[in-house]
């Protein structure tokens, strides 16, 4: 039997999806948006110390070094692949319907880091994904 408190703890698989798709989001678009309210701006025109400045950058350089390999790792060439035809052809389809407008200056900007984020979202769940389709834990896995 679980103890209590690991089973007040358990997190359902949406919200790991969510957590995982939102530190993606995070990651890229605090990286670099057009609003200029991201890490490359503050960066270049902040008048911050230098050393939260490397502070910053040594903690983004951490965060891609570990979402950037696992999410190749997960997908693979392929998997990238087909992501990016995914999230894009479903921005050609909302913007095709009207739902979205793609006919700002910094449109395809946004478009671009949102393929992006969706697809490193994609490559930081899929592991979780894959396990709770077929119930099975990859020895590739296990054993690197």
């Not at 990859?138 to 690197?144: E, H, N, S, V």
Request: net charge positive; with cysteine.
């Amino acid at each position: 039997m679980a103890h209590p408190l690991r089973r007040a703890v358990t997190l359902t698989l949406g919200s790991k999806l969510a957590a995982r798709l939102m530190l993606a989001a995070l990651l890229v678009f605090g990286t670099y948006n057009p609003t200029g309210l991201c890490y490359l701006r503050w960066l270049r025109d902040g008048a911050a110390d230098p050393v939260w400045k490397l502070v910053v950058s040594g903690g983004l350089a951490v965060a891609w070094g570990i979402a950037l390999p696992v999410s190749l790792r997960a997908l693979g060439f392929g998997g990238v692949a087909l992501t990016t035809v995914l999230a894009t052809s479903s921005v050609w389809a909302l913007a095709a319907a009207g739902v979205i407008d793609l006919g700002g200056a910094d449109a395809e900007a946004w478009v671009l880091l949102s393929v992006g984020a969706f697809v490193l979202g994609v490559g930081l769940c899929w592991m979780i994904l894959a396990i709770a389709l077929d119930g099975q834990v990859r020895l590739r896995d296990l054993t690197r």
